[in-house]
C-alpha cells in the first residue's frame, strides 16, 4: 500500500523540525498575567504586519471569530453574512448561543459580497427589526472553493459600513492565501476591519492556535471575553513559537500551494467522472462529479488509491493542498486520478 496523500484539509499539517526547534526554545511565563514574552511577541507581530492596534492569542479561529462579534453586537442585534459562511455553518451556532444576535444570510458569488448586496439588507430604526450593526466577510472564502477578495471589492463594502455605522470584520482563516495570491498588502486590512481573525494551523501550518486583531480597546474586552470562554492558556508561548515561525518561513511558499492545486484542477478536468472544476485562485480544489457518480463513490474511489478527500455536499468533492504536500505527492496524486477507475 503506498503512502496516503491526504487532501482533506490544510489543518492536517504537523510541525516541521524547524517549528519544532522553535517551540523548544520559546521563553514562556504565564499568559494569563501577561507574562508571556512568546505570545506577547506574536501578538504584536501580527498587529503590525495588518495594521492594527492589538492582537489576542486564542486556541482557535471559532473562538477568535465569536469573540469578534460578541465585541461587536448586543442581544437583539444582527449580523450579515454570505450563507455560506464559516461563522454561521461551522461553528455550532454560536452567534446565537454567545451573543445572542440573530443573522442574514445573503447569496454571494461564491460566497463573495458587494456593497449592493449588502446594502437592501440593512435593517431600518424599526422596532420591528433587529439592529445591524456587523457585516462578516471571509477572506479566502472557503466553501466558495478558495475564492478571493481583491482590496477594492473590500474598500467598497468598508465605506457602506462607515457610512451605515456598522462594524466590519474579517474571517481571515486563510487571509495569508488570498494575500498571496493577489498581491494585496496586508497592511491596508487594518485601514478597512474593526477586527481580523487570522489561522496559524491553516495554510501556516502550525499546530494550533489563531489571532483576532483590533483597536486596544477591543482587544481589552476581547481578552475578557476569552478567559469567560475558557480560553485563557498558560505557558501558550510554545504555541505561540509556532506561530511566529510559521510567520517567519510559511507565508511565501503558499504559491507552491496555490500550484499544486492548479495542477489537480486540471488533472481532474480531464475525467470523465468529473463534470466541473470550479476555477481554482488558491490552495482549494472543489469539483462537482459526473451525473452517473455521488460525490461520495468518487472520493471512496480515490481513497482506494491513497487518495484522502472529502465530499462537501452529494455531489461536489473538496481537496486541499498544504505544506505537508510535496511537488512528487501532486505528480504521484495526478498520475492516480488519471487512471481513477471510479
Ligand atoms: C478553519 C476555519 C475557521 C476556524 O476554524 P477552527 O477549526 O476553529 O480553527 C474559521 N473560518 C474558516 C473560513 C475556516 O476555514
Given at each position: 500500500m503506498e503512502q496516503k496523500i491526504d487532501f482533506?484539509?490544510?489543518?492536517?499539517t504537523k510541525p516541521t523540525p524547524g517549528m519544532l526547534d522553535a517551540m523548544l526554545s520559546a521563553k514562556v511565563g504565564d499568559d494569563v498575567y501577561g507574562e508571556d514574552e512568546t505570545v506577547t511577541e506574536l501578538e504584536t507581530k501580527l498587529a503590525n504586519i495588518f495594521h492594527m492596534e492589538a492582537g489576542l492569542f486564542c486556541p482557535s479561529g471559532t473562538m477568535t471569530n465569536q469573540i469578534a462579534i460578541k465585541c461587536f453586537t448586543q442581544p437583539m442585534d444582527e449580523v450579515i453574512c454570505d450563507q455560506t459562511a464559516h461563522v454561521y455553518r461551522?461553528?455550532?451556532g454560536g452567534i446565537a448561543y454567545n451573543s445572542m444576535a440573530s443573522v442574514r444570510l445573503l447569496n454571494g458569488e461564491r460566497g463573495i459580497l458587494t456593497p449592493e448586496l449588502i446594502e437592501p439588507e440593512i435593517n431600518g430604526d424599526d422596532v420591528h427589526y433587529p439592529k445591524t450593526n456587523l457585516v462578516v466577510l471571509e477572506n479566502t472564502v472557503n466553501k466558495g472553493g478558495g475564492k478571493c477578495y481583491h482590496l477594492d471589492q473590500i474598500e467598497a463594502i468598508h465605506n457602506l459600513c462607515a457610512i451605515k455605522g456598522l462594524k466590519l470584520h474579517l474571517d481571515g482563516a486563510r487571509i495569508f492565501n488570498a494575500l498571496v495570491a493577489?498581491?494585496?498588502?496586508?497592511?491596508?486590512y487594518g485601514h478597512y476591519f474593526d477586527g481580523i481573525s487570522v489561522c496559524?494551523?491553516?495554510?501556516?501550518?502550525?499546530?494550533v492556535g489563531s489571532v483576532l486583531l483590533g483597536s486596544s480597546s477591543m482587544i481589552k474586552q476581547a481578552r475578557r471575553i476569552r478567559k469567560v470562554l475558557g480560553g485563557?492558556?498558560?505557558?501558550a508561548g510554545f504555541l505561540a513559537a509556532a506561530g511566529i515561525y510559521a510567520l517567519d518561513h510559511h507565508v511565501d511558499r503558499l504559491a507552491e500551494d496555490h500550484q499544486h492545486a492548479k495542477a489537480l484542477a486540471l488533472a481532474l478536468a480531464q475525467?470523465?467522472?468529473?463534470a466541473q472544476v470550479t476555477p481554482v485562485e488558491t490552495n482549494i480544489v472543489l469539483f462537482e462529479v459526473a451525473s452517473k457518480f455521488t460525490a461520495e463513490e468518487v472520493v471512496r474511489a480515490l481513497g482506494r488509491k491513497g487518495i484522502l478527500c472529502n465530499a462537501t455536499s452529494a455531489k461536489t468533492v473538496r481537496l486541499v493542498t498544504h505544506l505537508d504536500i510535496s511537488p512528487a505527492m501532486i505528480d504521484q496524486a495526478i498520475e492516480i486520478i488519471a487512471k481513477l477507475d471510479v
Open positions: 482533506r484539509s490544510d489543518t492536517v461551522y461553528e455550532g493577489t498581491g494585496d498588502k496586508a497592511t491596508a496559524l494551523s491553516k495554510g501556516l501550518g502550525a499546530p485563557g492558556m498558560r505557558q475525467t470523465d467522472y468529473v
